[in-house]
């Protein structure tokens, strides 16, 4: 997959995963979580130049620190959201203004490393945004189905009984 198929298809998960966090949402903690991440890391990782061959060191430690900064940002976003039990038991979860502060940190982040590794001259893929991508939405969504197992049962009122 080329570059920019790569980069929209982040500008895409991005846009869909940012605009459904900020509503209220059942949260099924037996759906599939995980399949998202799997499909874009599997897309990633087919990507031959997510390592720069010039710079193979370099490259690598880049990746390294964007995936390890990745699994930390996708674990403070996991506890930025707001998770509840409604009345009939069902979870509901929705993001919360540390939700898009969180968003722009990561954002901030991975210019960061971009720039860095700019920097250093070594070429950058879009499968490695991809990848960190995955990464972070696996991480986000085991965090938070985690939270939701934790919750205490709703109690039913007298009034519903």
């Known amino acids: 997959m080329g570059s920019v198929a790569n980069l929209l298809v982040i500008a895409a998960v991005v846009v869909l995963v940012a ?76 993001g919360t203004r540390a939700t898009v502060a969180a968003w722009g940190g990561m954002i901030a982040v991975r210019i960061g490393l971009y720039a860095t590794g700019s920097a250093l001259g070594v070429h950058q893929a879009g499968s490695s945004l991809m990848l960190g991508m995955a990464v972070l939405l696996l991480v986000r969504s085991l965090v938070v189905n985690w939270r939701a197992r934790t919750l205490e049962p709703a109690r039913r009122t007298a009034a519903l009984q």
């Open 19 to 94: 605009q459904r966090q900020m509503r209220v949402q059942r949260l099924d903690t037996e759906r599939r979580f995980w399949l998202l991440p799997l499909i874009l890391g599997a897309l990633a990782l087919r990507d031959p130049q997510i390592i720069d061959h010039q710079h193979t060191a370099l490259s690598a430690t880049l990746l390294a620190v964007g995936l390890v900064t990745v699994l930390a940002m996708g674990s403070v976003w996991g506890w930025t959201v707001r998770i509840w039990r409604a009345a009939d038991g069902a979870v509901l979860v929705k």
